[in-house]
Structures are given as structure tokens and as C-alpha cells.
T-cell receptor, first 114, second 107 residues
Framework: ETGVTQSPTHLIKTRGQQVTLRCSSQSGHNTVSWYQQALGQGPQFIFQYYREEENGRGNFPPRFSGLQFPNYSSELNVNALELDDSALYLC?????????????FGPGTRLLVL | RKEVEQDPGPFNVPEGATVAFNCTYS??????FFWYRQDCRKEPKLLMS???SGNEDGRFTAQLNRASQYISLLIRDSKLSDSATYLCVVGHNDMRFGAGTRLTVKP
């Protein structure tokens, strides 16, 4: 087990709604990265937080936003949901700064946008 | 050009076969390299890190060629349980994943 949990496991939303996904990691994992994985694709990097500050961002629009909290939990917020946002959302954590070391993934949240 | 490109697959091999996956990456400043395994509807899990000197873990051997920006994974004596999608991952401040190569090992 990686010690990384995510909630909810599954979620159904309609286009235009907003969603908040949550991730909790083990103590000492200061970096959290969020990924979007569409069916049949590899995970795509959304953004990364280190000690509560954004530390890198992929090619995703501003309606994807995040937060990291001092208790090693984090959130991914997506506003104005679109059908193409349907995907598996993964968070991954590691102890150091930056995501170039081994990351430990949570089980993911499956989001379906109708 | 994608940042990380993998063999498109799928690979369908019999038990006991040797199979090789290839991967290329575009960012020459990349600092870390990994192979992750992802089972159907599960999260990716680290299979092994990849070093310039090459590294082996049982039936699995990974190689890195920085000059060619090329990474490989060799699986020997494949087992039914090796059936999964194999993701090539390259790190430089963050992780960039290939699209994955699906492997099915058949009896």
C-alpha cells in the first residue's frame, strides 16, 4: 500500500457543474501531483504542489485549480465541467521537492461528465 | 512531437516469451526515468527506476541511453501475471508519462 487515498472513488456530474476531488498522503510527503488519465491514454500532468504552493503546471486551463494543506491533504477543483473532463484523476505524492523522484499514486477518482 | 513516446502495441505473447518495450523522450534535461505498471482500472505502480548503467530486477531489465534519449524494458520468461499496461515515465521537476504499451501474456 502507498498510503495515498483519494475520495470519492466515483463521481457523476453534468456539464457546467463544479467538482472537488480530494487526496490524502502519508506524513512527510511534501509534494503532491495531480494527473488526468483519459481512457486508453497515459496520465497527463495537471499541476504539482510543494508545501502548499504551486510548483509546476501542465497544459491545462485555469478552470483546473488546486490546493495543498499542511496536513498533507490536497484538492483538485474543476469548474465549468466539460464532457472531455471525463477521466480517471490520480494524485501522486513524494517526500522531496518536485516530482522527479519516485511518486506514489492513490487509487484515483473516476469522473463522468454527462 | 509528444514528450514521451512508446511503442503503440498491443503486444500479445505466449508464456515464457521475451518481450521488449521501447520509449523515447524529447527533453534532454530530463533527470529521472521510470517504468510503471498499470493494471486495468487500477493506479500506476512503480516497476523499476532506470539508470544509465542499466539495472535488472529478476526477469526485468531496464536500459537508458541518454545520448539517444531512449529507454527500454526487457521482460524475460513472461508470466500470465505480467499482463498489464507498461508506462514509460520521464522526470524533470514533474513526471511525464507515455501513452503506455499494453501487454497480454497468453497460456
Amino acid at each position: 500500500e502507498t498510503g495515498v487515498t483519494q475520495s470519492p472513488t466515483h463521481l457523476i456530474k453534468t456539464r457546467g457543474q463544479q467538482v472537488t476531488l480530494r487526496c490524502s498522503s502519508q506524513s512527510g510527503h511534501n509534494t503532491v501531483s495531480w494527473y488526468q488519465q483519459a481512457l486508453g491514454q497515459g496520465p497527463q500532468f495537471i499541476f504539482q504542489y510543494y508545501r502548499e504552493e504551486e510548483n509546476g503546471r501542465g497544459n491545462f486551463p485555469p478552470r483546473f485549480s488546486g490546493l495543498q494543506f499542511p496536513n498533507y491533504s490536497s484538492e483538485l477543483n474543476v469548474n465549468a465541467l466539460e464532457l472531455d473532463d471525463s477521466a480517471l484523476y490520480l494524485c501522486a505524492t513524494n517526500p522531496g521537492r518536485g516530482g522527479e523522484e519516485t511518486q506514489y499514486f492513490g487509487p484515483g477518482t473516476r469522473l463522468l461528465v454527462l | 512531437r509528444k514528450e514521451v513516446e512508446q511503442d503503440p502495441g498491443p503486444f500479445n505473447v505466449p508464456e515464457g516469451a521475451t518481450v521488449a518495450f521501447n520509449c523515447t523522450y524529447s527533453n534532454s534535461a530530463s533527470q529521472s526515468f521510470f517504468w510503471y505498471r498499470q493494471d486495468c482500472r487500477k493506479e500506476p505502480k512503480l516497476l523499476m527506476s532506470v539508470y544509465s548503467s542499466g539495472n535488472e530486477d529478476g526477469r526485468f531489465t531496464a536500459q537508458l541511453n541518454r545520448a539517444s534519449q531512449y529507454i527500454s524494458l526487457l521482460i524475460r520468461d513472461s508470466k500470465l501475471s505480467d499482463s498489464a499496461t507498461y508506462l514509460c515515465v520521464v522526470g524533470h521537476n514533474d513526471m511525464r508519462f507515455g501513452a503506455g504499451t499494453r501487454l497480454t501474456v497468453k497460456p
